[in-house]
């Protein structure tokens, strides 16, 4: 099994930093873009799609800026994380998803990425 490495995707968004927040780091904000199902408790969030769970721990959050979360299942070091930062050009607000793939599965996971905050901008109205 060959490594994964980190990768980075960027996404600009209409939509204050606070607002975008509550949809990444809440039960009812993941639940509406996410997954069909989630769930809080202890520090972890439980996500359902179809029927089947994963969980994934609360590593670091600040509010209105970032929430890094661990999926028990992977290895440590891993994590995923959703930042928002301000562009100091355009003062445009930019959804950072951070993951972890191998090298050869990145396209693929970078596409369900872009597939899933699309739903995410859908339900924001942006």
């Known amino acids: 099994m060959s490594k994964k490495v980190q990768y980075e995707l ?26 069909d199902k989630v769930d809080y408790r202890d520090n972890v969030f439980s996500f359902s799609w179809n029927g089947n769970a994963e969980e ?16 028990l299942h992977s290895p440590k070091g891993e994590f995923f994380e959703f930042r928002i930062q ?15 793939a191998e090298k050869k599965e990145i396209a693929d996971q970078s596409q369900l990425w872009h597939y899933q905050v699309k739903d995410l ?3 924001i109205g942006n």
């Open 10 to 35: 960027e996404f600009p968004v209409r939509c204050s930093p606070g607002i975008l927040y509550e949809f990444l780091s809440t039960p009812a904000g993941l639940q509406e873009w996410f997954a």
């Open 56 to 71: 994934a721990e609360v590593l670091e959050q600040e509010e209105d800026e970032f929430i890094r979360l661990h999926w």
């Open 86 to 100: 301000i562009s100091e050009v355009t003062s445009e607000t930019i959804l950072i998803v951070k993951d972890f």
């Open 121 to 123: 901008f859908h339900r």
